[in-house]
């Protein structure tokens, strides 16, 4: 098994510029999250998903879009970068209730 | 979901166990203790989690107070490849699925 799996890993954007982050997970968990992290700081997360076709916001989602098509994957979207979301994305998936996370690699993201 | 309060950095010998507090005073009575680490700017990694009683895995102990106010993370031997930070995380056993992390504690194993 794979695990979860981020792409890209480092990706530079202009400003105004709009990318998708990449997520998949190979172990039919039905639970799937973003978090950003920024320098010196814990995760925060941004969006999360219950099941295909369900989504809900996090506590940092201004400026990300997400949807879930499959259970596999769960793709972050910025429609247009700004600096301040300069920062390593991690994306986690998980299955029952009371199991544990499975984090990707990270995405390390920079807006100039 | 219950918010946890850790301190900011600690050191340990290498070899010596190293024990890792971790304050959460609100939690309720369905929220589990979760414990994961980041090691460099790796994704976190899962340790244990409990809701109660003690439990131990291969990785670490977790000691959770009587009263569940608090809890000790406790690595038996550090080694240098301990060196990370860990989170805290308290979190509902039902319901939708979030993990609040905080800043966590920096452990330092040294030489």
């Known amino acids: 098994n794979a695990g979860v799996t981020q792409t890209p890993k480092f990706q530079v954007l202009k400003t105004g510029q709009s990318m998708t982050l990449q997520c998949a997970q190979d172990?039919?968990?039905?639970?799937m999250s973003w978090y950003r992290q920024d320098p010196g700081m814990g995760l925060r997360l941004i969006h999360y998903?219950?099941?295909?076709?369900?989504?809900d916001q996090g506590e940092v989602p201004n400026g990300y879009n997400v949807s879930r098509s499959t259970t596999e994957d769960f793709p972050l979207r910025l429609l247009s970068a700004a600096p301040s979301q300069t920062s390593v994305y991690f994306c986690?998936?998980?299955?029952?209730?009371?199991?544990?996370?499975?984090f990707g690699q990270g995405t390390r993201l920079t807006v100039v | 979901d219950a918010k946890t309060t850790q301190p900011t950095s600690m050191d340990c010998a290498e070899g010596r166990a190293a024990n890792l507090p971790c304050n959460h005073s609100?939690?309720?009575?369905?929220?589990?203790v979760y414990w994961y680490r980041q090691i460099h700017s790796q994704g976190p990694q899962y340790i244990i989690h409990g809701l109660k009683n003690n439990e131990t895995n291969e990785m670490a102990s977790l000691i959770i107070t009587e009263d569940r106010k608090s809890s000790t993370l406790i690595l038996p031997h550090a080694t240098l490849r301990d060196t990370a930070v860990y989170y805290c995380i308290v979190r509902k056993v039902s319901g939708t699925y979030k993990y609040i992390f905080g800043t966590g504690t920096r452990l330092k194993v040294l030489a």
């Open positions: 609100t939690i309720s009575g369905n929220e589990y």
């Open positions: 998903s219950v099941g295909a076709g369900i989504t």
């Open positions: 986690a998936s998980r299955g029952t209730m009371n199991t544990e996370a499975f």
């Open positions: 172990m039919n968990h039905e639970y």
